[in-house]
């Protein structure tokens, strides 16, 4: 049976993707172009027995669903530029104590207040770097409605299997878009659930990492008693000095999600195969790329799609294997080439690379794609 | 390939972005791929906006109108920012009291605010745009697909007077 579609819009996807992810806590101070989903779930979240907040700000805003977290729920936030900014030392904060969430960013133009309503992806270093001290962050950029409803759901899953925050990083255009979309049915996507300790409370380390790396801190309230800090901290949770137990962590704290990484870097190509040029793009840039891409090999350009979907970390392996017989390989972004750095960093220092960057307020349109196309293609 | 693009546009609060979902919303139910985008300043009411449809029976990548096929005004701001790029035999439909500079295409003009206020409530001439609409695309979404997703996304209790708009609408072209 083909599935109906349904008009849906990007922030609405969130929603929904967030609920069948088993989503119970939201807490959020409403922004635009975010500010759909913190009055859907408004409506949605009490009917099904979960807990709304609208806090007073998104400090506490990301406070409160740490702190639902740790005693259990499956917790997410969502803002803006702005309001990303002030949540940025309590994400290091989820982090450090392995408090997994989810933070939703429907990236706007940049800085300060910029444009509520305008289009922009210029919070990608921001998302990887926001926060201070060494660390790994999951962040994943979708690029169509559909699209928005399965990758909250495998942020919210990613969350609960490494115990870190995940960032699903939006733009507006994707955010307002509305289209057509047949989100998957109950029981089709995997749902990982909050793991629990096997120990007793009396032999329980709380920060005692397993063989994958990540630890299994129990949900307050559920018997085990433990300290939770953002200090260095040792596997009973207490704050130590000991440099080897400090070395340690902040390495387990990276080397948890390098170590998974696989499993959740990903990506789509699109004509790629024979392609002389490669063109790299995410989010609604990449929808753009896409129609250029498509406009190109009408006049008869060998050009091919890689649409970036993890962002962080950087899928560095593949965007060298997939570029290593490209003549030319563009970066098209709105931004002013955040991630055409790190595409340059990991090719080839030979290899020739063109930036093309958008700041206006307006969504890149095809055709100055298709221009840079034709400039590689000379 | 069957492709259309509708650029509706007006002042913030004239509920545009409300009829451009509507009609997205009868597209998909008529097997059509669609896309509903929008553009508006930070302001809540006032200031020239957008609102786009395309409709397509291919995927569409580039979700912004790029060469309207119909583009509807209801203000002079909104008609000056953004009708421009018309299709080659495009139409453009206005409420016919706005002052407006004579445009080369087709110009279909229409007493809009007059026969919303037929209503009792002027706040539904984007219900009477979007019947003129139904009218110049009865060939391709049926106009029962339309007044059932009225039914479902104007606010309750407002049904009965936005599907009057509607019809009047449509009676009007």
């Not at chain 2, 002042?11 to 929008?38: K, M, R």
């Not at chain 2, 009411?45 to 109108?65: H, N, T």
Request: glycine share 8%; hydrophobic share 45%; charged share 20%.
């Amino acid at each position: 049976m083909i599935k109906q579609r349904k008009l849906m819009q990007g922030n609405e996807a969130c929603v929904f993707g967030a609920l069948y992810a088993g989503l119970n806590f939201f807490a959020g101070y409403p922004i635009t172009p975010s500010t759909e989903i913190a009055e859907t779930l408004a409506r949605k979240l009490p009917a099904i027995g979960g807990n709304f907040i609208q806090m007073e700000d998104e400090i506490a805003s990301i406070a409160a669903c740490i702190g639902a977290s740790l005693a259990g729920a499956k917790a997410m936030t969502a803002t803006s530029g702005p309001g990303f900014s002030l949540m940025q030392e309590n994400i290091g904060y989820a982090i450090m104590t392995e408090i997994p969430c989810v933070v939703v960013n429907v990236q706007r133009l940049g800085p300060s207040t910029g444009g509520p309503t305008a289009p922009a992806q210029g919070d990608v270093m921001q998302a990887r770097w926001g926060t201070h001290g060494d660390h790994e962050m999951v962040v994943l950029t979708p690029a169509g409605v559909e699209e928005v409803f399965t990758l909250t759901v495998k942020a919210f899953n990613i969350a609960e299997t490494l115990r870190t925050p995940v960032i699903l990083l939006m733009d507006e255009v994707i955010a307002h878009l509305r289209e057509g979309a047949s989100p998957p049915e109950a029981g089709e996507l995997l749902v990982v659930a909050r793991k629990e300790p096997k120990e007793s409370p009396a032999e329980y380390l709380p920060f005692k990492p397993q063989d994958d790396l990540v630890p299994v801190p129990a949900s307050f309230g559920t018997g085990y008693r433990y300290h939770v800090t953002g200090l260095y901290h040792d596997e009973a949770g207490f704050p130590t000095g000991n440099p080897e137990k400090i070395d340690r962590l902040v390495r387990r704290l990276k080397h948890k999600i390098i170590l998974h990484q696989e499993k959740f870097l990903f990506y789509e190509e699109y004509l790629t195969n024979d392609a002389d040029i490669i063109l790299i793009s995410y989010g609604a840039s990449a929808r753009s790329a896409k129609a250029a891409v498509n406009d190109a090999r009408a006049v008869g350009i060998s050009v091919g799609l890689l649409r970036l979907i993890t962002l962080w970390p950087f899928p560095s392996t593949a965007v060298s294997r997939i570029c290593a017989n490209a003549s030319v390989v563009i970066t098209a972004e709105m931004n002013l080439g955040q991630i055409y750095a790190e595409v340059c960093r990991v090719l080839d220092s030979a290899q020739r690379t063109l930036s093309v960057t958008h700041v206006d307020g307006t969504l890149i349109a095809p055709q100055k794609i298709l221009a840079a196309i034709k400039e590689a293609a000379k | 390939m069957f492709k259309k693009e509708i650029r509706f546009s007006g002042s913030g609060g004239q509920g545009i972005i409300l009829a451009a979902v509507i009609l997205a919303d009868a597209a998909v139910q008529a097997g059509f791929y669609a896309v509903q985008t929008q553009s508006y300043g930070p302001e809540a009411r006032g200031g020239a906006s957008k609102a786009e449809v395309i409709f397509s029976d291919q995927p569409v990548d580039y979700p912004k109108v790029s060469t309207p096929d119909i583009f509807l005004a209801l203000s002079a701001e909104a008609y000056a920012k953004y009708c421009h790029d018309l299709k080659h035999n495009g139409i453009i439909v206005l409420e016919e009291t706005l002052l407006t500079p004579h445009c080369a295409a087709d110009t279909l003009k229409f007493p809009v605010f007059a026969t919303a206020r037929k209503t009792g409530k002027e706040i539904t001439a984007n219900m009477v745009l979007l019947g003129i609409l139904s009218s110049l695309l009865i060939d391709f979404l049926p106009k029962a697909l339309l007044e059932q997703a009225i039914n479902e996304r104007v606010p309750s209790g407002t049904t009965e007077i936005n599907l009057l708009a509607f019809n009047y609408g449509y009676a009007l072209s």
